[in-house]
C-alpha cells in the first residue's frame, strides 16, 4: 500500500506523439525522479528523433477506470541523457511542474539482497490501447550481468511488455532499486528479449537495471541526487 501511494503514482505511460493526426501512441513506461520534471526510462523504448509525450492517471487511487482513454492531458517531455549501453534515458518535461516527491527515493544496489521482495509499476500493453497503470510484485531471485556488464536484477515473475521504463521498488524500504528492462526469452536468440509483444512465448523471468546508473545519468545532467 505504502508503494502504491507513492513511488508507483510517479509512474506514468510515455508516447510517441503524431503531431499531424493530433494522436498518440504507447511506448512504455517511465517514472519522474527528481523535483524538477525529470524523468528516467529504457533507451530502448523510443527514438531519438521520436516527439515524446508522457500521461499520468491522476485522480483517486482506488477508483475503477477505463481501459482505454480516448483523450489524454499528456505533457510534451524532452531527452536530456541518453545510454544506449545501459539502456536507460534521462528525460524531462518541458512544463514547469509543482512536483510533491520524497527527497531519497533511491537504494543502492548492494542494500538489495538476493530473495528481497520488490514491486514494479508500469503501463503493459499501452501501444495496444491499455491505459491503465498496473502494479505487481516480486522477488529478486538472482543479480546478474547483461552482456554489456550491466549490473541487472533478475526477478521472478511474468512481466509484460510495455512495464519496461517503470520502477523497481525495494518493499522494505520503499526506495527504488533498478528501472525495469526486459524479459527472459529461451526461443529468441541470445535469451534475453527486450520488451515487445513477443508471441513466441513468455516467462517468468524479468530483469531490472540497477538505479546506480540512472543516477550517473541524473549527475551528469547536474543534478543534486541522495
Not at 46 to 63: C, E, K, M, R, V
Not at 126 to 142: K, P, T, Y
Not at 155 to 167: F, L, R, V, Y
Request: hydrophobic share 40%; net charge neutral.
Amino acid at each position: 500500500r505504502q508503494f502504491a501511494q507513492s513511488i508507483a503514482g510517479l509512474t506514468g505511460m510515455l508516447m510517441r506523439l503524431d503531431r499531424q493526426k493530433h494522436a498518440a501512441l504507447g511506448l512504455g513506461s517511465a517514472f519522474i525522479c527528481h523535483r524538477a520534471g525529470y524523468i528516467l526510462t529504457c533507451a530502448h523504448s523510443f527514438n531519438l528523433t521520436d516527439s515524446l509525450g508522457i500521461y499520468f492517471p491522476f485522480g483517486p487511487q482506488n477508483a475503477f477506470v477505463p481501459l482505454s482513454q480516448r483523450a489524454m492531458n499528456l505533457l510534451d517531455v524532452e531527452v536530456k541523457q541518453f545510454d544506449a549501453t545501459r539502456d536507460l534515458a534521462l528525460l524531462k518535461v518541458k512544463a514547469n511542474l509543482d512536483i510533491t516527491m520524497p527527497d531519497d527515493i533511491f537504494l543502492e544496489e548492494d542494500h538489495l539482497l538476493i530473495g528481497a521482495s520488490v514491486a514494479y509499476a508500469g503501463f503493459p500493453f499501452s501501444g495496444q490501447s491499455l491505459h491503465v497503470r498496473h502494479l505487481g510484485a516480486s522477488i529478486v531471485s538472482a543479480k546478474v550481468l547483461s552482456e554489456s556488464g550491466t549490473k541487472q536484477f533478475q526477478q521472478d515473475a511474468t512481466i509484460h511488455g510495455g512495464t519496461s521504463g517503470g520502477p523497481l521498488v525495494d518493499i522494505a524500504t520503499n526506495k527504488v532499486v533498478g528501472v525495469v528492462s526486459g524479459r527472459f526469452s529461451p526461443i529468441r536468440q541470445g535469451g534475453v528479449q527486450i520488451f515487445g509483444i513477443d508471441p513466441s512465448g513468455d516467462t517468468a523471468i524479468g530483469f531490472g537495471t540497477s538505479i546506480s546508473y540512472g543516477i550517473d545519468l541524473m549527475r551528469a545532467e547536474g543534478l543534486d541526487v541522495r
